[in-house]
């Protein structure tokens, strides 16, 4: 068929609403998202019609797919695309998968404040207008050991704020080894050009001395500027300027020194086994004017860019106007300050924290998961097979239900690493555990993409013939959902033809 004519073939919107099948889909569906679901369909077969494939259909023949796929597409349609899904990467802090999933407090505290008014800006003894950072300053004064705390919206937020408010038509000195993208978007030449601070690159990319900062100092200097490099590490033959070599220089020339350390902790993780970091507070007590952390990186809390230390440079950028545009939003708030009160006490933080809670469990912990996730398929398959048994003429019964399928699903334990994510500690793995699943009539890729397409989606990770699910980052309240996943998919796929 020519392409004008296959495209002809094609059936119009105004045709298809004038059919009873689709005016009944009108009636219990909002008109919007059922012309939104028509829509996508018929792009997706003009796509079709210029292809191979598609050119020779006819326009009874379009018109019968689109009514087979209209029902899930408007299902589709009217769902809220974020959701939940189960995270079996044991990648702790998963810049794709959300980050930091919150302490119970923290929802607590968001729920409460979402659902009413609240003091976010008013001080209830005096009557009078507030500030929204007095619900979390103090917190933060102790925690970091600061003489002066800031609070934004992110940690690229808070980089922006220092560089824009301390360094916006001057210069900034930083060394080559240190010049990193972080998460996509965050790349300290562009955050630099963006602030109006003019980048000063000093040393190579893998030694950089103090003499080559001293060397770029001059009258347009602002700053001195440590980024942490998060994600990745060099090696070999390297050399940096410490935290400290730079606070000895900037304190004999008059230059302050920011440190973007991204990450950080909060405890010395030496303590369970996982090489440290060292805190915020180790890192401030070194002398820098300023430090800049992510506060879901930090606390595993959420969304928020914390910045500590010197007063005298800190009361300038809670004036500027940016603070106003960068600042946090009451629910983060409500959240931060609820996560806070956790760290008074490091022994309830590291148990009602669940970021860290997760970092520090036993692998012996995580390995009584995976086992326990491995008997709850072995369990639900029991149960089918006991119910064919048991009651084949049972109404809605459909023989080896469960069973078809998952009778070639093949599980064992495996030791595997988990890792802390969010930059903090790319070197860092944690000994872990993992079910390796695999299926003998359907590929580990096909397993794994209807896995992602579930309800709730679970994501883990293909390697070698077999899908990898980490336990470290599943809870043990999901555990019941992800066997029903598993024995779902691999019913489903067996089901579709695969065999
Ligand atoms: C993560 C990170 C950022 C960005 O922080 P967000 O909170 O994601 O905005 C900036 N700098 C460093 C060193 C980081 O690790």
Redesign the pocket.
């Known amino acids: 068929m020519p392409a004008p004519d296959r495209f002809r073939q094609i059936p119009s919107v105004t045709s298809l609403l004038a059919r009873d099948d689709i005016r009944s889909l009108l009636a219990h569906h909002p008109r919007a998202v059922v012309l939104g679901a028509i829509r996508r369909l018929l792009d997706g077969y003009r796509g079709e019609a210029s292809g191979e494939e598609g050119s020779g259909r006819t326009r009874e023949e379009w018109t019968s797919r689109l009514i087979a796929a209209l029902p899930a597409e408007v299902s589709a349609g009217e769902e809220i695309s974020l959701r939940r899904v189960i995270n079996a990467t044991g990648i702790v802090v998963h810049?794709n998968l959300g980050r930091a999933p919150l302490p119970e407090e923290a929802i607590q505290a968001i729920s409460e404040t979402a659902s009413g008014y609240s003091n976010l800006e008013f001080d209830l003894a005096g009557g009078t207008r507030s500030r929204r950072l007095v619900h979390v300053e103090q917190m933060l004064l102790a925690l970091t050991g600061a003489e002066s705390v800031h609070v934004v919206n992110?940690?690229?937020?808070?980089?922006f704020l220092c560089l824009t408010g301390l360094a916006r038509g001057r210069e900034v000195i930083v060394s080559r080894g240190e010049l990193?993208e972080?998460?996509g978007s965050?790349r300290i030449p562009e955050i630099m050009a963006a602030s109006g601070a003019t980048l000063v690159e000093v040393g190579t990319t893998n030694r950089t001395r103090v003499a080559d900062y001293e060397r770029a100092i001059g009258p347009a200097t602002a700053l001195l500027l440590k980024?942490?490099?998060?994600?990745f590490r060099i090696t070999g033959f390297t050399e940096e300027a410490t935290i400290s070599d730079l606070v000895a220089l900037g304190g004999r020339l008059g230059v302050p020194v920011m440190e973007?350390?991204?990450?950080g902790a909060v405890f010395d993780f030496g303590q369970a086994g996982i090489p440290g970091t060292p805190t915020i507070k180790q890192v401030l007590a070194q002398g820098p004017g300023i430090v800049?952390v992510?506060?879901?990186?930090l606390l595993g809390g959420p969304?928020?860019?914390i910045i500590a230390g010197r007063k005298s440079l800190l009361e300038p950028l809670k004036k500027h106007p940016l603070s106003r545009a960068l600042r946090i939003d009451k629910l983060c708030l409500a959240a931060l300050a609820a996560t806070l009160r956790l760290y008074a006490d490091e022994r309830r933080a590291a148990a009602r924290v669940p970021v860290l809670a997760m970092m520090v469990e036993g692998e012996g912990v995580v390995r009584a998961r995976a086992r326990g996730l491995i008997a709850r398929v072995r369990r639900k398959q029991a149960l089918a097979a006991r119910r064919d048994t048991a009651s084949p003429e049972a109404p809605n019964h459909v023989p080896g239900d469960v069973l078809a399928g998952a009778e070639g699903l093949t599980m064992h334990v495996e030791r595997s690493f988990s890792s802390p994510g969010?930059?903090?500690m790319p070197e860092v793995e944690i000994p872990s555990a993992c079910v390796a699943v695999s299926h003998t009539r359907v590929r580990a890729e096909e397993l794994d993409a209807r896995l992602r397409k579930g309800n709730p989606p679970v994501v883990g990770r293909v390697a070698r013939g077999r899908i990898l699910l980490d336990m470290r980052t599943v809870r043990n309240e999901e555990l019941g959902e992800l066997a029903g996943a598993l024995l779902a998919a691999s019913r489903e796929l067996c089901h579709s033809g695969n065999d």
């Open positions: 810049t992110n940690n690229a937020a808070a980089v990193v972080i998460g965050f980024v942490h490099p998060s994600n973007d350390l991204g990450s800049t992510s506060g879901d990186k969304q928020a860019g969010g930059g903090s």
